[in-house]
């Protein structure tokens, strides 16, 4: 598998001090953790309207939109894609309702 994320958290680490009249990511984090959210809420929103439709090119599209802005809204409170996969991997191997429960 490509490692396209590694390299787009790494770019979009590296635009944290870029100038936000001339970066998209640097205007979004500038903006703060919470309209980061927010961003990435209508990106999410906008992929299950394009799922329930059915036209996979506009889902694909959509999904891609709603992964960069998941990996921006991590960055504006310092959650690093490494500590996310870490946590994938933690959970590997581990039933899905077996790790619900352990939550609580």
């Known amino acids: 598998m ?17 100038d936000p009249e001339t970066s998209h990511t640097a205007r979004l984090l500038a903006k ?5 959210a927010e961003k990435f809420g209508e990106e999410a929103i906008e ?9 996979r090119e506009k889902l694909t599209s ?9 990996l921006v809204m991590l960055a504006a409170r ?6 996310v996969l870490a946590e994938l991997e933690r959970r590997e191997g581990v039933s899905g309702v077996a790790e619900k429960a352990a939550r609580s």
């Open 32 to 36: 703060g953790p919470e309209k980061c």
């Open 47 to 55: 992929a299950i309207i394009e799922a329930t439709k059915g036209d």
């Open 2 to 18: 490509s490692d396209i994320l590694s390299r787009l958290a790494a770019t979009i680490e590296a635009r944290r001090g870029a």
């Open 78 to 83: 310092d959650v690093t894609l490494a500590d």
């Open 62 to 70: 959509e999904a891609a939109d709603a992964i960069y802005h998941l």
